[in-house]
């Protein structure tokens, strides 16, 4: 006779449902209602902290990701490694397995998007074809200078080569020259790639050689009245010692957070192509940026 075995799994119809809260009870008694749910199914979890600190490097942890994919998708694992990395340095007692682990991943990063560089030219594109892309490129070079923070092993060799391409794109015209690019950075307005590679290469210290540039991308942020470019322009202003415009990009910044509602700002868009709340985080997170190199504009008025 024949015989044939066969497993079978089976599984509940039913979703798994989370149901979160955050509150300040000290002193107090919280009350809620939890949503219908299948009895003995509960599991509950309570997580207290002392202050705020404590609160955000533990969300800090939860960051940490392997990097994957082409430049661009590693950059959106690898840029906030970098960054919650440099907030868990600050810590004094920092977590030294979860220190080894992000170091692990930083090193994962940086070696997929090495590997991107342009060998001919310099610069970089997504998967490492010609021609280079002059934001991917610049976006880059603001990506390994933070990581370089955090990361010994950064090839400066590799970093002054793609500030020399980006350098080599400049038009005459107060510009940069662009190739064509694919994915969110393919879509971006000249105007706000312009605005973004002077913002890189000043916020990577290589402010010369670009007075035009950014003479030119300052004029036309101000024009425009489009607060993304402006907060480029803030961060470049104050890179490249120019305080007085600095001042009053800071200071109409100031002026429109106080009448206006962050969630309905205009923008014509952003160097990725992000939109809704993720665009409106990332120009508001430009203007924190602008606005923490001078300690002295933090006021009240942004309280």
């Known amino acids: 006779s024949d015989e044939i075995n066969r497993s079978i799994h089976f599984r509940s119809t039913d ?113 490492g074809g010609s021609p280079a892309h002059e934001v991917l490129s610049a976006y880059g070079l603001v990506e390994f200078y933070e990581m370089g923070k955090v990361y010994n092993n950064v090839d400066q060799k590799m970093m002054e080569r793609t500030r020399e391409f980006i350098l080599s794109r400049k038009d005459n015209n107060g510009g940069f020259k662009q190739n064509n690019g694919r994915y969110g950075f393919s879509g971006a307005p000249k105007n706000v790639n312009n605005a973004y590679i002077v913002y890189a290469l000043t916020e990577t210290k290589n402010c010369d050689q670009i007075e035009s540039e950014y003479k030119h991308a300052l004029n036309e942020a101000f024009s425009s009245k489009d607060l993304y470019r402006m907060a480029l322009m803030a961060n470049a202003a104050y890179n490249m010692k120019d305080i007085e415009n600095y001042q009053k990009l800071i200071t109409g910044f100031k002026e429109y957070s106080v009448k206006n509602d962050f969630s309905k700002i205009k923008i014509d868009a952003s160097i990725v192509r992000s939109w809704g709340d993720a665009n409106q985080r990332e120009t508001v997170a430009f203007w924190i940026m602008a606005l923490l190199k001078n300690k002295d504009s933090l006021d009240t008025a942004l309280i």
């Open 15 to 127: 979703f798994l449902l989370a149901f979160n809260f955050t509150a300040n009870v000290m002193g107090k008694t919280k009350e809620f209602l939890l949503p219908e749910y299948i009895p003995n199914t509960l599991k509950a979890e309570a997580v207290s902290y002392i202050n705020v600190l404590e609160e955000l490097f533990d969300g800090v942890e939860s960051i940490f990701r392997e990097p994957y994919g082409c430049f661009e998708q590693v950059s959106s694992s690898t840029f906030p490694n970098i960054f919650a990395l440099q907030l868990l340095k600050e810590d004094i007692n920092p977590n030294k397995e979860i220190e080894k682990k992000a170091l692990k991943y930083l090193q994962a990063g940086y070696n997929k998007l090495a590997a991107y560089e342009v060998k001919r030219t310099g610069g970089f594109e997504w998967y």
